[in-house]
């Protein structure tokens, strides 16, 4: 993990990932980077958490099978990572919406070694 602080999550989304989300959620002034745009595609999951930590990077996945129990993996063994954020496959104008309220609504600091839902962000209907 960098030792830089900061106050808004940057972002690494999973190979998985759309990957125009990355340049969406640039244009609104947020940092993302994709698994595809650092050529980073082809790695398994844990190496693919391992880069995103390296980044000082919550990285973005719908792959909740395999990022839940490595968040609780590494949990265990004392590792800490920038956050992992969890989504169903979702169109990319819901996911561009979920993800800039999440962006919106919390910090580095406190996605910083915890599990998200995306879900958890959705327009709420009154």
Known sequence: MTDEVRLFIALYTDADVNKKLGAKIREQGFDAISALEVQNNLLDDEPQ??????????????????????????????????????????????????????????????IHNNLRHLSDFAERRK
């Open 49 to 110: 958490l391992e880069y995103a930590t390296s980044q000082g990077r919550a990285i973005l996945t719908h792959n909740q099978q395999d990022f839940a129990p490595l968040h609780e993996k590494w949990q265990r063994e004392g590792r800490e990572h920038a956050g992992i954020i969890l989504f169903p496959r979702t169109p990319i104008g819901e996911l561009l919406r979920r993800t800039l309220n999440l962006l919106n609504q919390v910090t580095a600091d406190e």
